[in-house]
Nanobody, 119 residues
């Protein structure tokens, strides 16, 4: 079983920065995909960034050039460095890990951490 715990959210002014962390524990087998999603009140959950392996990342167009995802496979932790934050970045940010087991896979989600960008 897998448990994900996010941290690092908070209140920040426009143009500021935050670094989110997601610590995974349990049966984290390889290969796996680690990523971040976000959901604002009344909105659908949307993709932010993911990493299918160390050194490889994909980003949503809305955050490309501002956010950087990294992963530490020894610590089973994924990070999201968020720079040049905008009010529209305000949302609950959720960590996701997709663990592959042979020909099948399982998705795991954290509880989320609140990010509020406001002056």
């Amino acid at each position: 079983q897998v448990r994900l715990v996010e941290s690092g959210g908070g209140l920040v002014q426009p143009g500021g920065s935050l670094r989110l962390s997601c610590a995974a524990s349990g049966n984290i087998f390889s290969p796996n995909v680690m990523g971040w999603y976000r959901q604002a009140p009344g909105k659908q959950r949307e993709f932010v960034a993911l990493s299918p392996s160390r050194g490889m990342t994909n980003y949503a167009d809305s955050v490309k050039g501002r956010f950087t995802l990294s992963r530490d496979d020894v610590k089973n932790t994924v990070y999201l460095q968020m720079n040049s934050l905008k009010p529209e970045d305000t949302a609950v940010y959720l960590c996701n890990v997709r663990v592959y087991r042979g020909s099948i896979w399982d998705d795991y989600w954290g509880q989320g951490t609140q990010v509020t960008v406001s002056s």
